[in-house]
């Protein structure tokens, strides 16, 4: 069956709806916050925001939440440049 312009019109809809639906649901589930142990703060992340009491772990992120929210946005830009 060869495409026609009707259908075609109708999968683009489609593909957009669904874009809109996945880069909302990355919006709202796909970052994450930096690891806090609120039992005890020498097990949490450097970057969370209740802070860490292992000063040997410096300042930049070991919980893996920079990385998985650089991922995160580098797909919502993609997203956002395929909705053009």
Known sequence: MTPTPKT???LILK???E???LRAAL???GHRGHHYCEQDSWYSCPKAPEGCS???DGDECNCGADKQNLEVDAI???LDKDAE
């Open 54 to 56: 292992n000063s040997d």
């Open 8 to 10: 075609d019109g109708q």
């Open 27 to 29: 919006v709202r589930y």
């Open 76 to 78: 919502l830009a993609r």
């Open 15 to 17: 593909l957009r709806r």
């Open 19 to 21: 874009n809109a639906k």
